[in-house]
């Protein structure tokens, strides 16, 4: 084989690897975890918006907060959808995980339920109060009570709040941190329980209807599409964005959530 014959043999096979490379990736199914309830019915909607641009999203449910984000550093997930970003702050800071928000997806505003009164007013002195065990839901509730005015909390507590941060609670609340998954399924063992809207619809309860207090609709807990931080720029990331920043998941959470569940974007 003289040298002409070897470069145009050598630049053949070069062009089969870059198409076989190019078809891999276009291939590439992309690994999506969400927690159960609303994140996993608008990931399914997103799947639907997201075929038709030619990425392909497998949607995988957990059952709690923890998993999700240790699954994407590992590698078996290559994005999540169902944090917050003042959680995915603290996710990192103590566990160092690198980690990073690519777009905002929705806001739930959490909410106070109770199956003993129907009013805050009416809670007794030294009611027990499910509150969510992870600090930045934990401290996201407590500052929803002290909106509220059932409790005070020390000027310096800010997002990460905790019940020893309380320093008037005039009604003598006892605090139960819960795993956020658990509170909705602890309401019968408590007078009053801070649930995640996201548990609370799927434990069947209606935020509009069965709350009895919610948080105010203008907070900073917008959920967020997270990947790795070294991914952070793959063209399936832009892809998955914009298929959910579409106007048809807009008008999916609007008819679906009919106002329990807004639009962060």
């Given at each position: 084989m003289n040298k002409r014959h070897f470069f145009r043999h050598a630049l053949a096979a070069a062009a089969v690897v870059s198409l076989s490379l190019a078809a891999q990736a276009q291939d590439k199914v992309i690994k999506i975890?969400?927690?159960a309830g609303p994140h996993a019915q608008l990931m399914d909607q997103v799947k639907k918006v997201a075929e038709r641009d030619g990425l392909r999203l497998h949607v995988i449910e957990f059952s709690d907060y923890v998993q999700p984000n240790a699954a994407l550093v590992s590698g078996d997930l290559d994005a999540n959808s169902y944090q917050h970003k003042p959680y995915l702050d603290a996710q990192?800071?103590?566990r160092g995980y690198k980690?990073?928000?690519?777009g905002n997806t929705v806001n739930f505003p959490i909410g106070l339920y109770s199956k003993k009164v129907k009013r805050l007013e009416d809670l007794k002195s030294g009611a027990k109060f499910g509150i969510p065990n992870d600090p930045t839901n934990g401290g996201r509730v407590l500052l929803l009570?002290?909106?509220?005015?059932l409790i005070k909390l020390k000027a310096q507590?800010?997002?990460?709040?905790?019940?020893l941060d309380v320093v008037d609670n005039p009604r003598k609340l006892r605090f139960v941190e819960l795993d956020a998954a658990q509170l909705a399924?602890?309401?019968?063992?408590?007078?009053?329980?801070?649930?995640?809207t996201n548990f609370a619809i799927s434990a069947g309860l209606n935020p509009k209807t069965d709350a009895i207090a919610m948080e105010r609709a203008d907070n900073p807990y917008v959920n967020i599409l997270?990947?790795?931080e070294a991914d952070k720029n793959q063209p399936w990331v832009a892809k998955l964005v914009k298929a959910y920043h579409s106007d048809e998941i807009r008008q999916f959470i609007d008819k679906e959530f009919k106002g329990s569940v807004m639009p962060g974007f």
């Open positions: 975890g969400v927690t990192i800071k103590d980690l990073v928000s690519v009570l002290q909106d509220k005015g507590a800010g997002l990460k709040a905790t019940p399924r602890s309401l019968d063992d408590l007078d009053a329980s801070a649930i995640n997270v990947t790795r």
